[in-house]
């Protein structure tokens, strides 16, 4: 490449040369001679094999220095909220930005050159990991990441008073949980979303900054960019998600439909009506995504769980370290090696006292190689019991693939990576494994498992539509079919098609209610959510099997099963060298996507709701 600019350049001051030889005599007139037939253009050669692997592994090392770097800035910024970490952080993603999206760019060049299939690979993820790319000129990567820091402050910090009292995200949530008056969860739900009203439009200027980037590296835009990461075309990845969710569609309106007969008992036809959506803030969660804390209202009558997750943690003198050291005996059982004592140095397990800090849990491999760390303010109760079997499942899996170049340093699509948490969690709230470590002195009869089932079903099939519909928004954001005018409109109209939901009041005017979902304000894709709901029951049904469990699925533990965790290790260790149909079959046995195995855990529950909800008349208006 430098040899043809060289060439380029020479050609272009022999063209623009003026000769100094003295002036000859004059002479005879003589006719014009003929011209000079012009030099053909000197063709660019075409890019070797060979140069592009050495592209290929340039960018690699480039860019494992890059991230390695911001991981360490964007961990101080997590964990230490001020205005010089915002600084480097800003200053941290834009390089990182920038580098990323030239090196995309660049990949480009190599599209049509025949090279080895592990080359063939480095160039499509280069391509294809941005997410929020900017385009490729001088400012770009730094607009981008200032607004993109903005949003995340914004949210992360994010306060509201109600009574004379000031709410975070924390308190608020917990005052949602547990109250059962709609005047208070109100008050609850409409403070929060009123703290991301201010992100509007800095929202609509990062769809802008983005579109431009992902337009720039071939794509129509950045939902185009995003939906292109599964070793599938774009549109054909929409439609396998919409296949998906009409597996589980059913089963979902039977739950919406139980649940919402209860509230109307509890709440009467003035707060929670007998027809139609479920008002959002009676849900006991703030995104409506998850439908457990409201399971006193819900419960089952005549059938009773023997125990109480929370309190048997509270009854054991669990604490944060407790419950993290007793996620990490989880994996060890499965013959996982133990995870580092920089891991126990290095964490954040709860909320300091001194400065403000990102409390949303999240999973760090900060030098991508052995600095694995959780980030997490803990609450000793069964939620976040699971949430650190959840984060660990990250750590793992960046430990299984360390070995991978740098560009296979990921999972086999984003959904795998959230979904092996998930399908360990599926076991640590079982009573089997309970029972396992200690916690529950004996299984309890299979007569409690219709309560065990609506418990979980409130967290995890009502999580479903949520995990379809916030991509669903964000890519006609980015499509353009929808404009910053109409962003909150739009946004209910896609809770009411999905979950079957309403506002407790109708929105004000500058209302952003998207944004006061982390995700959305942190710029973090969501569809791998609805995957991981769909794959960690695959999993469990495939590790089930192997470990040759006869029992009900959701009684199933694989605690201590190490032939289950030989297995699914050899998945975890391909990373992403190889499209996802690999590496689910190496574990599954299969290469679709099958959201069947959640039909199959709640099977006995799914009768149960339909003997339920008989007479009732259910689903809502615009419900699919």
Same mark, same amino acid.
């Given at each position: 490449?430098?040899?043809?600019? &060289?060439?380029?350049?020479?050609?272009?001051?022999?063209?623009?040369?003026?000769?100094?030889? *003295?002036?000859?005599?004059?002479?005879?007139?003589?006719?014009?001679?003929?011209?000079?037939?012009?030099?053909?253009?000197?063709?660019?050669?075409?890019?070797?094999?060979?140069?592009?692997?050495?592209?290929?592994?340039?960018?690699?090392?480039?860019?494992?220095?890059?991230?390695?770097?911001?991981?360490?800035?964007?961990?101080?910024?997590?964990?230490?909220?001020?205005?010089?970490?915002?600084?480097?952080?800003?200053?941290?993603? &834009?390089?990182?930005?920038?580098?990323?999206?030239?090196?995309?760019?660049?990949?480009?060049?190599?599209?049509?050159?025949?090279?080895?299939?592990?080359?063939?690979?480095?160039?499509?993820?280069?391509?294809?990991?941005?997410?929020?790319?900017?385009?490729?000129?001088?400012?770009?990567?730094?607009?981008?990441?200032?607004?993109?820091?903005?949003?995340?402050?914004?949210?992360?910090?994010?306060?509201?008073?109600?009574?004379?009292?000031?709410?975070?995200?924390?308190?608020?949530?917990?005052?949602?949980?547990?109250?059962?008056?709609?005047?208070?969860?109100?008050?609850?739900?409409?403070?929060?979303?009123?703290?991301?009203?201010?992100?509007?439009?800095?929202?609509?200027?990062?769809?802008?900054?983005?579109?431009?980037?992902?337009?720039?590296?071939?794509?129509?835009?950045?939902?185009?960019?995003?939906?292109?990461?599964?070793?599938?075309?774009?549109?054909?990845?929409?439609?396998?998600?919409?296949?998906?969710?009409?597996q589980v569609a059913p089963f979902y309106k039977n739950l919406h439909c139980y649940t919402r007969r209860?509230?109307?008992?509890?709440?009467?036809?003035?707060?929670?009506?007998?027809?139609?959506?479920?008002?959002?803030?009676?849900?006991?969660?703030?995104?409506?995504?998850?439908?457990?804390?409201?399971?006193?209202?819900?419960?089952?009558?005549?059938?009773?769980?023997?125990?109480?997750?929370?309190?048997?943690?509270?009854?054991?003198?669990?604490?944060?370290?407790?419950?993290?050291?007793?996620?990490?005996?989880?994996?060890?059982?499965?013959?996982?090696?133990?995870?580092?004592?920089?891991?126990?140095?290095?964490?954040?397990?709860?909320?300091?006292?001194?400065?403000?800090?990102?409390?949303?849990?999240?999973?760090?491999?900060?030098?991508?190689?052995?600095?694995?760390?959780?980030?997490?303010?803990?609450?000793?109760?069964?939620?976040?019991?699971?949430?650190?079997?959840?984060?660990?499942?990250?750590?793992?899996?960046?430990?299984?693939?360390?070995?991978?170049?740098f560009l296979f340093k990921n999972s086999a699509n984003d959904g795998f990576h959230e979904a092996i948490? $998930?399908?360990?969690?599926?076991?640590?709230?079982?009573?089997?494994?309970?029972?396992?470590?200690?916690?529950?002195?004996?299984?309890?009869?299979?007569?409690?498992?219709?309560?065990?089932?609506?418990?979980?079903?409130?967290?995890?099939?009502?999580?479903?539509?949520?995990?379809?519909?916030?991509?669903?928004?964000?890519?006609?954001?980015?499509?353009?079919?929808?404009?910053?005018?109409?962003?909150?409109?739009?946004?209910?109209?896609?809770?009411?098609?999905?979950?079957?939901?309403? *506002?407790?009041?109708?929105?004000?005017?500058?209302?952003?209610?998207?944004?006061?979902?982390?995700?959305?304000?942190?710029?973090?894709?969501?569809?791998?959510?609805?995957?991981? *709901?769909?794959?960690?029951?695959?999993?469990?049904?495939?590790?089930?099997?192997?470990?040759?469990?006869?029992?009900?699925?959701?009684?199933?533990?694989?605690?201590?099963?190490?032939?289950?965790?030989?297995?699914?290790?050899?998945?975890?260790?391909?990373?992403?060298?190889k499209p996802w149909p690999d590496a689910l079959e190496a574990f599954t046995g299969k290469r679709d996507?099958?959201?069947?195995?959640?039909? $199959?855990?709640?099977?006995?529950?799914?009768?149960?709701?339909?003997?339920?909800?008989?007479?009732?008349?259910?689903?809502?208006?615009?419900?699919?």
């Amino acid at each position: 490449m430098k040899r043809l600019l &060289a060439s380029a350049a020479c050609l272009a001051l022999l063209t623009g040369c003026a000769t100094t030889s *003295a002036p000859m005599a004059p002479v005879a007139e003589a006719p014009p001679a003929a011209p000079e037939p012009a030099a053909p253009p000197v063709a660019a050669a075409k890019p070797t094999p060979a140069e592009a692997k050495a592209f290929a592994d340039e960018a690699e090392a480039k860019l494992a220095a890059l991230n390695e770097y911001a991981q360490h800035v964007q961990w101080m910024g997590a964990t230490f909220i001020n205005y010089d970490t915002e600084w480097l952080q800003t200053r941290a993603d &834009a390089a990182l930005n920038e580098a990323q999206v030239s090196l995309a760019l660049q990949a480009a060049k190599y599209n049509d050159v025949d090279v080895d299939a592990v080359t063939r690979r480095k160039l499509l993820l280069l391509r294809v990991s941005q997410v929020l790319p900017a385009a490729d000129k001088p400012g770009a990567a730094a607009d981008l990441a200032a607004v993109n820091t903005r949003l995340g402050s914004t949210y992360s910090t994010g306060k509201f008073t109600w009574n004379g009292k000031v709410y975070n995200l924390d308190e608020a949530s917990r005052t949602m949980a547990a109250s059962r008056d709609p005047k208070v969860t109100r008050a609850m739900w409409e403070g929060w979303m009123s703290i991301a009203a201010p992100m509007k439009g800095d929202y609509a200027k990062l769809a802008q900054l983005s579109n431009a980037g992902a337009e720039g590296l071939g794509f129509k835009d950045t939902g185009a960019l995003w939906r292109s990461g599964y070793d599938m075309a774009p549109d054909a990845f929409a439609t396998e998600t919409d296949r998906l969710w009409s597996q589980v569609a059913p089963f979902y309106k039977n739950l919406h439909c139980y649940t919402r007969r209860k509230l109307n008992e509890k709440y009467g036809d003035s707060v929670q009506p007998k027809f139609g959506p479920i008002r959002a803030d009676l849900l006991g969660n703030m995104w409506a995504q998850d439908w457990s804390n409201i399971y006193d209202v819900v419960a089952p009558k005549g059938i009773k769980s023997s125990y109480s997750l929370d309190k048997l943690l509270v009854q054991k003198k669990y604490d944060p370290i407790k419950m993290v050291k007793t996620g990490e005996s989880f994996y060890t059982s499965l013959g996982f090696a133990a995870l580092p004592q920089t891991f126990w140095e290095r964490s954040q397990f709860t909320r300091p006292k001194d400065r403000e800090v990102v409390c949303h849990a999240s999973a760090w491999d900060v030098d991508n190689l052995s600095d694995v760390r959780i980030k997490m303010c803990t609450n000793v109760n069964g939620e976040d019991f699971y949430t650190v079997h959840h984060e660990l499942g990250h750590n793992f899996y960046q430990r299984a693939y360390k070995d991978q170049p740098f560009l296979f340093k990921n999972s086999a699509n984003d959904g795998f990576h959230e979904a092996i948490g $998930d399908f360990v969690g599926l076991s640590s709230v079982t009573p089997t494994y309970l029972n396992q470590i200690g916690l529950l002195d004996k299984v309890p009869d299979e007569s409690e498992d219709i309560p065990y089932l609506l418990k979980m079903a409130l967290q995890k099939v009502a999580f479903l539509p949520f995990g379809v519909e916030v991509d669903r928004w964000r890519w006609e954001v980015f499509s353009g079919k929808i404009t910053e005018a109409q962003y909150n409109q739009r946004w209910w109209e896609l809770v009411g098609k999905y979950q079957g939901l309403s *506002a407790p009041a109708v929105r004000p005017s500058n209302a952003f209610d998207p944004g006061a979902k982390y995700h959305v304000a942190a710029s973090v894709p969501y569809t791998r959510y609805f995957l991981a *709901a769909i794959l960690q029951f695959q999993f469990q049904r495939a590790a089930c099997d192997q470990a040759g469990w006869k029992g009900p699925l959701a009684r199933c533990s694989i605690y201590g099963e190490r032939a289950v965790g030989e297995k699914l290790n050899a998945m975890l260790e391909m990373g992403q060298s190889k499209p996802w149909p690999d590496a689910l079959e190496a574990f599954t046995g299969k290469r679709d996507m099958d959201a069947t195995a959640i039909l $199959d855990y709640f099977a006995p529950l799914n009768a149960w709701l339909e003997e339920q909800n008989k007479g009732q008349t259910c689903g809502w208006e615009g419900s699919i």
